[in-house]
């Protein structure tokens, strides 16, 4: 891959005198004529009101206005060959391996998909792909077990990154004959009288539907507890119960008319936001990059707030 030249020559000519000590000395290694050189100098000079250069029979040397401003030009050359290498990394990227960590909704219902479409274009990308509670996504992102963490982003660890975000809140999930269908949302102390059938959060240290119902200050008796959203959906499809989760897991049988949504009048539940998350400590490889791209591609194009 051929590298474009896309910052101003005066950054190199101002490194490498610097290094050489000498405008003469830099132009031979740069293959430039020294006037140029000289006279580039002189109108960065002229612009900024001050010297760069003290000049002297020997050479030059570096004024203290000139080695700050040397500081900042290495570190933006840097920089850019940094990510000259990273662009190379992406358009020639074969092989590589990305660990996920997700909630199982997004497992079932995004992923998928994404997967499908990512491959076409990196065949050979392997992948680590495990469910998990919320508080263990965002734990393994922070501790840097995983490259991607998808999972609510309300209340992060320190060194977690959002990538992006989706605004996913948590309703009812329910059969269009159950008696609630028709109403256009919902109270938590409408679903006391029902069975609900909500995730295995329900007994993680930090519950989001046991936060809604303390707040609410209301109960919910009969409840249904599982850690398997395919028995979950199976449950709701059978009128077992109203289901407590987000649309992301039942986007099929939403879209094909068996199953309705409704909104859940709880500030907890119902700001809620999925975020795609990495590491802020660790910078990421090309692979997971691209990754991040393609489910917040995905992410966006759901409707998951109504």
Do not use: W
């Not at 030249?5 to 830099?26: C, M, N, P, W």
């Not at 003290?54 to 206005?65: F, I, P, S």
């Not at 030009?73 to 990394?89: G, M, N, P």
């Not at 991040?292 to 409707?303: G, P």
């Amino acid at each position: 891959m051929r590298r474009p030249k896309v910052h101003d020559k005066f950054l190199t000519y101002l490194d490498e005198v610097a290094r050489q000590g000498s405008i003469r000395k830099a132009a031979a290694v740069l293959k430039v004529a020294s006037s140029s050189v000289n006279r580039k100098i002189i109108g960065v000079e002229e612009s900024l009101g001050t010297r760069l250069f003290d000049r002297h029979a020997d050479g030059v040397e570096l004024t203290e206005a000139g080695a700050v401003l040397l500081e900042h030009c290495r570190k933006t050359i840097f920089d850019y060959q940094k990510i000259l290498t990273q662009i190379e990394d992406i358009s020639e990227l074969r092989s590589g391996h990305i660990h996920i960590a997700t909630l199982d909704s997004v497992a079932h219902s995004v992923l998928p998909k994404v997967l499908d479409q990512f491959s076409q274009s990196h065949a050979d990308i392997q992948y680590t792909i495990q469910t998990a509670q919320p508080d263990e996504v965002i734990m393994g992102v922070a501790d840097g077990e995983v490259n991607i963490g998808i999972s609510f982003c309300n209340d992060l660890l320190p060194g977690v990154r959002i990538h992006s975000q989706k605004s996913t809140p948590i309703g009812a999930i329910l059969r269009p004959d159950h008696p609630m269908a028709e109403r256009d949302a919902l109270e938590m102390e409408d679903l006391a009288p029902f069975q609900v059938v909500r995730s295995f959060d329900g007994r993680a240290r930090q519950s989001l539907l046991n936060e809604a119902i303390a707040e609410a200050q209301t109960d919910l008796p009969l409840q249904l507890i599982t850690n398997s959203l395919p028995l979950a959906r199976s449950l709701v499809l059978r009128n077992h119960g109203i289901g407590i989760y987000s649309k992301i897991g039942f986007l099929e049988e939403i879209e094909q008319g068996l199953l309705r949504y409704i909104t859940i009048l709880s500030p907890v539940l119902k700001d809620l936001k999925i975020g795609i998350l990495t590491s802020s400590r660790i910078h990421p490889t090309p692979a997971t990059h691209l990754m991040c791209r393609s489910l917040t591609k995905a992410l966006k194009a759901l409707r998951l707030d109504s």
